[in-house]
Each structure stands twice: as structure tokens, then as C-alpha cells.
């Protein structure tokens, strides 16, 4: 039998390789449920009953419908983002499911809708602004005023993920506030006779139920935000499913009790072409002026830009894909389809996330 010298035994063993480091997590449940709330209360609540409006009041029916469906997709992503507790989130499911294609299938059609909708938060902007401060139909202003909403989140994403947070539970309060207490408030002088009809629509009530809960399904536009941010939630395991799903019930229950006093408050026929349908809701609780003229910025009212747009659009569209276990990097499938430099390269600019 062979006996180790003394100095084999001596022979200290190799240094383990350092682990990489853990990512700084910025975001706790507050935060998290202000993203949700924030993402999916844009400035599609401001436009959505008068886009709703020609289908009558069937398309309540539907939002309680879709809002029951909204909160079994943020009981999804909670179970999701326990299993792969990272960023990407809509990249990342798909992906380590079906392959590699799928993920950049899922997370390209996920970012080319992001900044499809935000036509609807420079169109809500304008409408408001325009009934609170008369523009005049001066294009001009118009466009500043329309490009001032798409950039001042921007600034906020520039300036990185913790600026991001503390701004979405501002932006989130100062639109939550208001529009419960018109949808508490209101419903006390809503006048039934404003609802109108059932089924204004003229298609059969299935018809008008599937139409109005297409352009509905675009409001919720957002349920998915802290699971696609789940590797800058804190606690992502227990957070990431507690915040899409308060969020998601805040945000429901906000955008039903909204419509139901707009629809109550507003008479269905100036409704329908009303520029700023909240604005004219609280004309008719204050006496005040009439209803705020149609803008040449309105959406049609058929239009899915018409019912979406997330405050923080900017934020939850430049998540980057996780890191691989083996490698800790984006992977190569990821890096090959949205850029032709090399698989090692970084990602694309609209790809990286804002954190410093």
C-alpha cells in the first residue's frame, strides 16, 4: 500500500471558482404592484369608455368577464416567475419551454406591441391637455405636448431602475387617486337614463360581446410587467405573484367602477364622440362647461391603440433576457436573431436594461 508523502498530503486544494454576483434587487412589493398598476392604468383608462361606448353597455358584461381572465393570467405569471425567478419574463417562458426560437418569437411580438400601443398615451395626453388648457387645434403645440408624455418617461428610465420605481408609485397615485374617487364619488349622481341602449352595436349580442372584449383585452396590457422585471423584484418567488395580482385587481376594479360612471354620468350620445370622457364625467357632477369637443388626435373608436398604453411602457419593453446557468450571459440564439455582431456582443440597445 502506497502512503502519501508529507508534502502531497500538505498540498492545499485549488480555490473554488468565485460565484457570480448575486443581482441588485430594487424593487419590493410596493413597488412591484406600482409597476403592474402603473403598466396596465395608462392612458387607456382616460380613452376607454368613449371607445367602448358604441357597443353599448354590453361591453361592462365583458370587462367583468376579462377581469376575472386578467387575474388568472397574474396568477400564471406568479407560478412562472417561482420557476424561473429572472428577467425577461415573456423571453423567458417560451424559451425554456419550446427552444430558442419561440423565446425570441414571443419577446419580439411582445416589444413591436409595446411600441405599437403608445400611440394611445400621446393621444390621451393631448385630449386632456387640450380640455384642460385649450390648444386651439394648433398642431404645433399639439406635437410638443404629444411628445412630451412619450419622453418624460424615458427620462425617468435613463436615470435607472430605482428612479423607474420611486416614479411608477408617484405616477401610479396620482392616477389611482383621481379615478377612484370618480368611480366612488360619480356613481352617486349617475343617471340611468344616460346608459343607452343594451347593444348599440347592431350585431347580435354574442357579436357585440366578442367585439367589445377584443378592444377590452388590450386594457389589461401590463399584468405581465413585475414577472417580466422578476430578476429586480425582491423575494421574486412570493413578490412577483402577490404584486400582478394586487395590481391587477386594483387596476380592475378602478377601470369597471370608472366606466360604470362615465357610462352613467355622460350621455351615450355625446359619449361616443367625446375627446375626454373623464373630463366631461366631472363637467356633470360640477356644472361645468360641456363636453369636451372630439380632438383630431381622437383614436377611432375600433382602433386597439384606443384602450392601451402603460405610463412606464419604456421600462417593461427593455427588460434584457436572462442569463443562461452555464454562462451567465444572454444567450447566443437571443444575440444572433436581434443583431448581426457576434453571439458574444452585447445586446441591442432597446434590449438592455436601464439599471446602472
Not at 387575474?71 to 424559451?95: I, K, Q
Not at 411608477?168 to 364619488?185: G, R, W
Not at 396590457?221 to 386594483?250: F, H, I, K
Not at 451567465?328 to 453571439?343: D, E, K, L, N
Amino acid at each position: 500500500m502506497t502512503v502519501p508523502s508529507p508534502t502531497e498530503a500538505a498540498e492545499p486544494a485549488e480555490p473554488a471558482t468565485p460565484a457570480a454576483p448575486a443581482p441588485r434587487r430594487t424593487f419590493g412589493l410596493a413597488a412591484a404592484t406600482a409597476l403592474v398598476m402603473g403598466n396596465i392604468i395608462g392612458g387607456g383608462i382616460f380613452a376607454l369608455p368613449a371607445t367602448v361606448a358604441p357597443y353599448g353597455t354590453i361591453s361592462l358584461v365583458a370587462f367583468l368577464v376579462l377581469s376575472v381572465g386578467a387575474v388568472a393570467l397574474a396568477l400564471l405569471f406568479g407560478r412562472l416567475a417561482r420557476r424561473s425567478p429572472v428577467n425577461g419574463g415573456l423571453y423567458v417562458y417560451p424559451r425554456d419551454a419550446f427552444g430558442e426560437f419561440a423565446g425570441f418569437l414571443s419577446a419580439w411580438s411582445y416589444w413591436t406591441m409595446c411600441w405599437v400601443s403608445i400611440a394611445a398615451l400621446a393621444v390621451a395626453v393631448v385630449g386632456y391637455v387640450d380640455a384642460l388648457i385649450p390648444l386651439h387645434g394648433n398642431h404645433a403645440l399639439q406635437a410638443a405636448v404629444a411628445l412630451a408624455a412619450l419622453w418624460l418617461p424615458a427620462a425617468a428610465n435613463f436615470a435607472g431602475t430605482r428612479w423607474v420605481g420611486a416614479v411608477q408609485v408617484v405616477s401610479t397615485i396620482l392616477k389611482f387617486v383621481p379615478l377612484l374617487l370618480l368611480a366612488t364619488i360619480g356613481l352617486f349622481f349617475v343617471d340611468t337614463d344616460n346608459f343607452g341602449p343594451f347593444n348599440a352595436s347592431g350585431q347580435s349580442v354574442s357579436g357585440a360581446l366578442a367585439a367589445s372584449a377584443a378592444l377590452l383585452l388590450y386594457s389589461f396590457l401590463g399584468v405581465e410587467s413585475a414577472a417580466v422585471s422578476a430578476g429586480e423584484v425582491r423575494d421574486p418567488e412570493r413578490t412577483v405573484a402577490r404584486a400582478s395580482v394586487l395590481g391587477t385587481l386594483a387596476s380592475a376594479l378602478v377601470y369597471v367602477l370608472g366606466t360604470v360612471a362615465v357610462f352613467g354620468l355622460v350621455p351615450h350620445d355625446r359619449l361616443v364622440d367625446s375627446g375626454a370622457p373623464f373630463a366631461d364625467a366631472v363637467n356633470a357632477i360640477t356644472g361645468g362647461a360641456g363636453a369636451a369637443p372630439p380632438s383630431p388626435w381622437s383614436p377611432s373608436p375600433r382602433s386597439p391603440a384606443a384602450s392601451t398604453a402603460g405610463s412606464s411602457w419604456r421600462r417593461r419593453c427593455r427588460t434584457p433576457p436572462p442569463a443562461t446557468a452555464s454562462s451567465r450571459r444572454p444567450s447566443r440564439g437571443w444575440a444572433r436573431a436581434v443583431s448581426p455582431a457576434s453571439a458574444s456582443g452585447p445586446a441591442p440597445s432597446w434590449a438592455r436594461c436601464s439599471s446602472p
